[in-house]
């Protein structure tokens, strides 16, 4: 029979005060019994709506299934078949907006936590190191994957799985993206994500790492080299400034920038020398998961107080709910319906305070959302040391300014079509060099559908 309880099993955390003190994963996860008594609140329903939720297709509530008659092994190769990365997925992905949002058991009290239990199935496969991947026979034809990200690895990895040799080039010294970069250790182990990186090696996938495409090789030399068709998984690591008065004051950086030399550079650890600013007070500009990655840093680091600074109110923020809530338990100071328009600095160009002005909602945008309208003479000074940028990204122009016939959008986004193709020929992207910035699970789905594509292409031109 399911368990009919109405609210999910708590999963264990670390405690507020504790956990802003240390880099350490925050939430702990499931036991056993736990993922047990979970997995029993599933349905199973007939027409399976969670499914259609998830941009990857896992085949949720059968792996569910499995979890509750203990097969363990059986959860994990059904995630797998789809799944490319289900330990990251488990963690980073919101799922309150995807497949949980598509349960049943949500009409009437919370749906199924499938994050949760799809975290514990990734972490019991890795600590018991099973090895049920094998490489599979070659079919001798050669790709390209640009970008080590959540999209290029998930492209590599069903191409792989389908015979290809696979080639990932990756600009940092580790592949990831921004797995590896951005999203920080206390939400993402990155042991983690080289656990899940040599899964796709196994596979087969080579990875070759300090290869900035553009610089080292362009994307026709790459195809000049055997390559029969490129996937450009790139993403957007190109922050985006404001451009209001003080941000070359010694102090603003972006996101990208802070979260960079923490996450990579491993700046938290004491044995590294990695230049981060060491603050007391920080503002964080911004109001999505990346802006809440930035502020909970800040706290760690040192800082005494961190304020997040959005001009719409907290319901418009685009960030995770359950990051929304960490941040807040965890101290960290919410200042909505305000807008920084004017960054000060002391006689030494070093941040000092940073001038909002209240704003009021009007009527809806573009997006739907309603758009900040200004409060006349309602500026005011907050003095920080600190400012960081979190208001977005856009791709690097490096490929798209070395590669003739490749067209991008008036963001700098590559221009696709259905098929994923851009426009030139066998040469196909996804994730955020085609979307801006979004989830990891958004781009994760677009390197599947790229995959797919390149394989039809390839079986095509060979016939």
Known sequence: MPNMSKTKVPIPEQEPKVRAKNFEEVTLGYSTEMAIEEASRCLNCKHKPCVSGCPVGVRIPEFIQKITEQDFSGAYEIIHSTNALPAICGRVCPQERQCESKCVRGKNGESVAIGRLERFIADMHMNQHEEIIKKPVSNGHKIAVV??????????????????EVTVFEAFHVAGGVLMYGIPEF???????????????????????????????????????????????????????????????????SANEYLTRINLMK?????????????????????????????????????????????????????????????????????????????????????CAIVCQKMELGEPDASGRR???????????LPVDTVIMAIGTSPNPLIRTTTKGLETNARGCFIVDE?????????????????????????????????????????????
């Open 371 to 381: 758009s900040p309208v200004p409060v006349e003479h309602s500026e005011y000074e």
């Open 187 to 253: 939400r993402l182990p990155k042991e983690i994500v080289q656990q899940e990186i040599e899964n796709l090696k196994s596979l087969g996938v080579n990875i070759m790492t300090n290869m900035v495409i553009g610089k080292i090789f362009s994307i026709d030399e790459l195809m000049q080299q055997g390559y029969e068709a490129v996937f450009i998984g790139s993403g957007a690591g190109l922050p985006r400034f404001m451009g209001i008065e003080g941000e070359s004051f010694v102090g603003v950086c």
């Open 419 to 463: 098929n994923m193709m851009t426009t030139k020929t066998g040469v196909y992207a996804g994730g955020d060099a085609v979307t801006g910035a979004a989830t990891v699970i958004l781009a994760m789905g677009a390197g599947k559908s790229a995959a797919k594509s390149i394989h039809a292409y390839i079986m095509q031109e060979n016939l």
């Open 267 to 351: 700046g938290y650890q004491d044995g590294y020398d990695t230049p981060v600013l060491k603050s007391k007070a920080v503002a964080v500009v911004g109001g999505g998961n990346v802006a809440m990655d930035g502020a909970r840093s800040a706290l760690r680091m040192g800082a005494e107080h961190v304020y997040i600074i959005y001009r719409r109110s907290e319901n418009e923020m685009p960030a995770r709910k359950e990051e929304i809530h960490h941040a807040k338990e965890e101290g960290v100071e919410f200042l909505t319906l305000q807008n920084p328009v004017k960054i000060l600095g002391d006689e030494n160009n070093r941040v």
């Open 147 to 164: 970008g080590g990200g959540p999209s290029g690895l998930t492209c590599a990895g069903d191409l792989a799985k389908l015979g290809y």
